[in-house]
């Protein structure tokens, strides 16, 4: 299967800012559906914005107005940036392909692709 890295995560103070950056080597995002999803510790996996194939975008209300969703064709690299980071933002994230969106929520299943996550942490 198509093999997705994610990178950027961190530790960062309540309010702060970082971007995360999904890439691959043999799956071409251009032209294909990705979303960012994450999942804390005892909770459900969570799809938290995704890009479709035209370029539009779309959030999950938690993050709208505080996470951009962008793609880099030339670098073939998917990212997020996320800003005004809340301790509830804490969790583990990661890109998939092709998510499936239904009732608001996005949902990935055994033939999709991800990445292997990277993790944000925001303390308070």
């Known amino acids: 299967g198509f093999q997705l890295v994610d990178s950027g995560g961190g530790s960062v103070q309540a309010g702060g800012s970082l971007t995360l950056s999904c890439t691959s080597s043999?799956?071409?995002?251009?032209?294909?559906?990705v979303a960012w999803f994450r999942q804390a510790p005892g909770k459900e996996r969570e799809g938290v914005a995704a890009?479709?194939?035209?370029?539009?975008?779309k959030y999950a209300a938690s993050v709208k107005g505080r996470f951009t969703i962008s793609r880099d064709s030339a670098k073939n690299t998917i990212y997020l940036q996320m800003n005004d980071l809340k301790p509830e933002d804490t969790a583990m994230y990661f890109c998939?392909?092709?998510?499936?969106?239904?009732?608001?929520?996005?949902?990935?299943?055994?033939?999709?692709?991800w990445g292997q996550g990277t993790q944000v942490t925001v303390s308070s």
């Open positions: 890009i479709d194939n035209k370029g539009m975008t």
């Open positions: 998939a392909t092709n998510p499936a969106f239904c009732g608001g929520k996005w949902y990935i299943f055994e033939d999709n692709y």
């Open positions: 043999d799956f071409i995002f251009e032209g294909q559906d």
